[in-house]
Nanobody, 123 residues
Framework: QVQLVESGGGLVQAGGSLRLSCAASGRTFSTYAMAWFRQAPGKEREFVAAISCCSHSTSYADSVQGRFTISRDNTKITVDLQMNSLKPEGTAVYYC????????????????WGQGTQVTVSS
């Protein structure tokens, strides 16, 4: 099991940038695929980005492709999400998630979740 704590959320104007970070604990972090999801008010949780255990593979939702970048540091045991050119529709609680083996884009594929960090993008 991996414990996850997100940070870096806040209020930003449309077009601005934020960098989210997820700190993990657990000796097997380097074997886990990691992902970011988000959930806007009244909507289902949706996939944002994922990265494989060794950073060889990444996957992005079409809505963030080219604007967001996911990265990880297996030494520091962190996974980050750099968000550029933010849009008001990006307002949501952003969650970090972990799963063993390969990356996935389905919410129910991930076992371990953080508590989330709020991102608000003003127009």
């Amino acid at each position: 099991q991996v414990q996850l704590v997100e940070s870096g959320g806040g209020l930003v104007q449309a077009g601005g940038s934020l960098r989210l970070s997820c700190a993990a604990s657990g000796r097997t972090f380097s074997t886990y695929a990691m992902a970011w999801f988000r959930q806007a008010p009244g909507k289902e949780r949706e996939f944002v980005a994922a990265i494989s255990c060794c950073s060889h593979s990444t996957s992005y939702a079409d809505s963030v492709q080219g604007r967001f970048t996911i990265s990880r540091d297996n030494t520091k045991i962190t996974v980050d999400l750099q968000m550029n050119s933010l849009k008001p529709e990006g307002t949501a609680v952003y969650y970090c998630a972990a799963r063993s083996v390969s990356i996935a884009t389905m919410t129910n594929s991930y076992k371990d979740w953080g508590q989330g960090t709020q991102v608000t993008v003003s127009s």
